[in-house]
């Protein structure tokens, strides 16, 4: 799997936009960018995918540069249940059926 | 049924005791996986099932046993542990054919301590 680069940690208000950034620069032109989040006792869960164009659904929204070298999450109003790691993971065409390999995530914090 | 089941939630074992940790799928996909996670580290890939055949195993100690009997059920025996094997065991399932695509589900993991 290509890697990926994330800042260790970010904090955050309730209520308030956050914006989870992600460098991959060597990503290839067939991998798509994955993130998933991991809430405090549980397992990871999916949160949002994308290849070229900017994707939204209920969860986030995925902007990527349009050069694919990095790519940022946005959760537009962030509550205490989004406290988590957030881990964004490089998936290419060939790999269907393989396992995620996670690196260090983000932990983002959020506040009253 | 748009869940991954994993049994027992919480699991205290001797070192010279034998378990075993279930997960149980009905989405029917046909990868299975098993992870491991220490406290404040991501998970670390041990075991992947691609239709009930193993297909990877990442240098896993021999003391951790997979099973996959059947495409719902993924067992992980445990034997002659040690006390640095208290972990949150963590198991996924996914398509195994969606392509680059999201679908990875995990359960909720069995947390795991050897004395």
């Known amino acids: 799997d290509a890697k990926t680069t994330q800042p260790n940690s970010m904090e955050s208000n309730e209520e308030e936009p956050v914006h989870l950034p992600c460098n991959h620069s060597?990503?290839?032109?067939?991998?798509?960018i994955h993130w998933y989040r991991q809430l405090p006792s549980q397992g990871p869960e999916y949160v949002i995918h994308?290849?070229?164009s900017n994707v939204n659904n209920r969860m986030a929204s995925l902007a990527i540069a349009e050069d694919r070298k990095s790519s940022t999450l946005i959760l537009h109003r962030a509550t205490l249940r989004d406290a988590a790691v957030y881990y964004c993971?490089?998936?290419?065409?060939?790999?269907?059926?393989?396992?995620?390999?996670f690196g260090k995530g983000t932990t983002l914090s959020v506040s009253s | 049924d748009t869940e991954v089941t994993q049994t027992p939630k919480h699991l205290v074992m001797g070192m010279t005791n034998k378990k075993s940790l279930k997960c149980e799928q009905h989405?029917?996909?046909?990868?299975m996986y098993w992870y491991k996670q220490k406290a404040k580290k991501p998970p670390e890939l041990m075991f992947v099932?691609?239709?009930?055949?193993?297909?990877i195993n990442e240098s896993v100690p021999s003391r951790f046993s997979p099973e996959c009997p059947n495409s719902s059920l993924l067992n992980l025996h445990l034997h002659a542990l040690q006390p640095e094997d208290s972990a949150l065991y963590l198991c996924?399932?996914?398509?195994?054919?969606?392509?680059?695509?999201?679908?990875?589900?995990f359960g909720s993991g069995t947390r795991l301590t050897v004395v």
């Open positions: 060597t990503i290839s032109g067939t991998d798509y």
């Open positions: 989405m029917g996909h046909r990868a």
């Open positions: 994308g290849l070229t």
């Open positions: 996924a399932s996914s398509q195994g054919k969606e392509g680059a695509r999201g679908g990875y589900t």
């Open positions: 099932y691609s239709y009930e055949k193993l297909s």
């Open positions: 993971i490089l998936r290419g065409l060939n790999q269907a059926g393989t396992a995620l390999i």
